[in-house]
């Protein structure tokens, strides 16, 4: 069983920036193993995949809406992923969620075994 848990949405401004952390913890969980993930859901959407970090050599892949805006990474001495978002936007307003899986990074949602709770992130003047 690992259990997810992020922090760090909020409330910011069209250009502004937000870090988001998803600690992960659970008997079985290593980053050499789990590939960590982010996606999102804005109101009335689907939940959308907006990043991946895999496991053991760390590749990162981005969905191209966030691409050069967003970065993904881990602390390995804490079991924490991180994405880093800057010059948001209003369209990047969701509820954003983090997953991890065994084995390699996929860009679909059923891939994934386990969830946080997930965090709002509101891009709005």
């Known amino acids: 069983q690992v259990q997810l848990v992020e922090s760090g949405g909020g409330l910011v401004q069209p250009g502004g920036s937000l870090r988001l952390s998803c600690a992960a913890s659970?008997?079985?969980?290593?980053?050499?193993?789990?590939?960590m993930a982010w996606f999102r859901q804005a109101p009335g959407k689907e939940r959308q995949y907006v990043s991946s970090?895999?496991?053991?050599?760390?590749?990162?892949i981005y969905a191209t809406s966030v691409k050069g805006r967003f970065t993904i990474y881990r602390d390995t001495a804490d079991n924490t992923v991180f994405l880093q978002m800057n010059s948001l936007k209003p369209e990047d307003t969701a509820v954003y969620y983090c997953?991890?899986?065994?084995?390699?990074?996929?860009?679909?949602?059923?891939?994934?075994?386990?969830w946080g709770q997930g965090t709002q992130v509101i891009v709005s003047s």
């Open positions: 659970g008997r079985t969980f290593n980053f050499r193993t789990h590939t």
């Open positions: 970090l895999a496991r053991n050599d760390g590749n990162k």
């Open positions: 997953a991890t899986r065994l084995g390699g990074s996929l860009d679909t949602e059923k891939g994934y075994d386990y």
